[in-house]
């Protein structure tokens, strides 16, 4: 089975507040990413968050973890046209080796 | 531009031929990664060099694969004997000793018809 998983799609209208979730698998997980993938681009690494830590924040992005139910989400505050695009969740034990969701489409109209 | 760098962008070839692809990774990292990625799935992890060495390689890298990073610094991949599954985003990425934050390139577009 799958060792991360997200919804695969979202749409918000601009303004609006954004929230992605991730489940993981993992236990072991020691650092969970976001990426962001625009179309026919690579990923551009959007934030990460250690396992010990259960919030990060960083200007309109907020990670929240909960460990015990291995659940993340990204929200995106004020979502604007240009944050459409492709969102990666992803975990790694440690030296980078990424395990990948699906991806989840957010579309946002204005 | 310090970023990952990958060549070519796309990749057009025909089914039985070798292809190879070059990353250039951000200069200083000394971790170097090969990912792939199909149409609708995340990335999939293939290898792993720290230095020279590739001290990881995934079940995905089926002998038809080989991955070299010869001076530590750029690296390439080689598939031989293309097959239509092959076709997909190969993605390179790179970090610097314990960073866990891992950089990527806009990836090579590979079509095998």
């Known amino acids: 089975g799958e060792d991360v998983e997200q919804s695969l799609f979202l749409s918000v209208r601009e303004g609006d507040s954004s929230v992605i979730n991730c489940t993981y698998t993992?236990?072991?997980?020691?650092?969970l990413y976001w990426y962001k993938q625009e179309p026919g681009a690579g990923l551009q690494l959007l934030t990460y968050?250690?396992?010990?830590?259960d919030m990060k924040q960083d200007q309109r992005l907020t990670v929240l973890l909960n460990k015990k139910d291995k659940h993340l989400s990204l929200r995106i505050a004020d979502t604007q046209t240009g944050d459409s695009a492709i969102y990666f969740c992803?975990?790694?034990?440690?030296?980078?080796?990424?395990?990948f969701g699906k991806g989840t489409m957010l579309l946002v109209s204005p | 531009d310090t970023g990952v760098s990958q060549d070519p962008r796309h990749k057009i070839t025909k089914r039985g031929q070798n292809v190879t692809f070059r990353c250039d990774p951000i200069?200083?990292?000394?971790?170097l990664y090969w990912y792939r990625q199909t149409l609708g799935q995340g990335p999939e992890f293939l290898t792993y060099?720290?230095?020279?060495?590739?001290?990881?390689k995934s079940r995905l890298l089926s002998d038809r694969f080989s991955a070299e990073r010869p001076k530590g610094s750029f690296s390439t991949l080689e598939i031989q004997r293309t097959e239509q599954g092959d076709s997909a985003m190969y993605l390179c990425?790179?970090?610097?000793?314990?960073?866990?934050?891992?950089?990527f390139g806009s990836g090579t577009q590979l079509s095998v018809l």
């Open positions: 992803a975990e790694s034990q440690g030296y980078s080796t990424l395990t």
């Open positions: 968050i250690f396992s010990n830590m």
């Open positions: 993992d236990s072991s997980s020691t650092y």
């Open positions: 990425a790179s970090t610097q000793g314990n960073n866990e934050k891992l950089f």
């Open positions: 200069s200083e990292h000394n971790r």
């Open positions: 060099f720290q230095n020279e060495a590739q001290l990881e």
